[in-house]
Nanobody, 117 residues
């Protein structure tokens, strides 16, 4: 079992910045990609950004140039630096860890990000 603990959510004005952290613990052997997803009220959960163990990144078009994902493999922690935040970034952000073999996704409990206009 893998446990993911998120921190860093909160309320920020439009144009502001926040940094999310997600620490993984437990049976983390075999985990490759880690990342962030978000879900706004009435919407499906969507990808924000992912990063592999080797450092390859993938971003949603809506956050490219504003958000940066990074990872400290020694600390089993993934970060999401969010700059130039917009009201449409308001959502619950979930940390994800993917184990490819056998395929399984682990999720954090979610952290609320609210961007006021």
């Amino acid at each position: 079992q893998v446990r993911l603990v998120e921190s860093g959510g909160g309320l920020v004005q439009a144009g502001g910045s926040l940094r999310l952290s997600c620490a993984a613990s437990g049976s983390i052997f075999g985990i490759n990609a880690m990342g962030w997803y978000r879900q706004a009220p009435g919407n499906q959960r969507e990808l924000v950004a992912t990063i592999t163990k080797g450092g390859s990144t993938n971003y949603a078009d809506s956050v490219k140039g504003r958000f940066t994902i990074s990872r400290d493999n020694a600390k089993n922690t993934v970060y999401l630096q969010m700059n130039s935040l917009k009201p449409e970034d308001t959502a619950v952000y979930y940390c994800n860890a993917n184990r490819p073999l056998p395929l399984y996704d682990y999720w954090g409990q979610g952290t609320q990000i609210t961007v006021s206009s």
